[in-house]
């Protein structure tokens, strides 16, 4: 890597991206920290960091953020870390149009427009580094979490193809797949689901009833849950690596499930993910 590589971060007012942005530009990154909210854009600056607005639910907001790096780097974009995004909770028949659209929006179709402005510059250069945030529940489905599977299983797959399509170019592209991390995630569910999910009159309601009082306890919300410094861990190995892989699961949970799927049926990885799951209360 040149010095101060250039790196363009989603989602950094809290949790993952926030340590991922201070802990690359104390590693010498020049990052550029984006949030929706202009408050945390206010903040991350007082931080130190270069923060940017960027809605990934517009279009508008994303080619402007772009361009402003742009303007700022001279054209120059090393590494993108695809991040930002929230988790809408509720059973598969409670789900609206509306509920899977927005996840959807935020948590894949706002990722792959904003990756399509850094390709071209990346080729030009003839490197770059694309690092996209997945989840375990991107190969371990949970009960109740369907539209956020749904987006992170074709996280997994769109991150698949980009991977072959880029091959030869000097393009890395790396997934990692987070397992329980400390962030605001339960903070940020409970609006979406509240706003979403007529879950009073649903079927599923003594099932939603335990959800949301998961959701309202503080403390770590599953066990073997790591701070956000793992998943930087890998990030780091993903964007500074000469020979970055493929795939980083992160946490005891996102590794054990990964080989389960490979050796067990699927009758009894389906046991496993529900008892996981607690039936849905968790």
Known sequence: M??????????????IGHSAALGLKARGWRVFATARQADDVARLDDEGLESLRLDLDDSDSIRAAFAEVMARTGGRLD??????GFGQVGAVEDLTRAALREQFETNLFGWIELTNLAIPVMRRQGRGRIVMNGSVLGYAA???????NAVKFAVEGITDTLRHELHGTGIQVSLIEPGPITSRFRDNCLPHFERHIAWQDSVHRRQYEAQMARLKQPGPAAPFTL????????????????RPRPRYPVTVPAVLFWWLKRLLPIRAMDWVLMQASGGGKR
């Open 79 to 84: 590494a993108l870390f695809n991040n930002g």
């Open 2 to 15: 040149k010095a101060n590589p250039v790196i363009l971060i989603t989602g950094c007012s809290s949790g």
């Open 227 to 242: 701070g956000p410094e793992a998943v930087l861990a890998r990030l780091v190995h993903a964007l500074e690596s000469q």
């Open 142 to 148: 949970f009960a109740y979490r369907g539209a956020y």
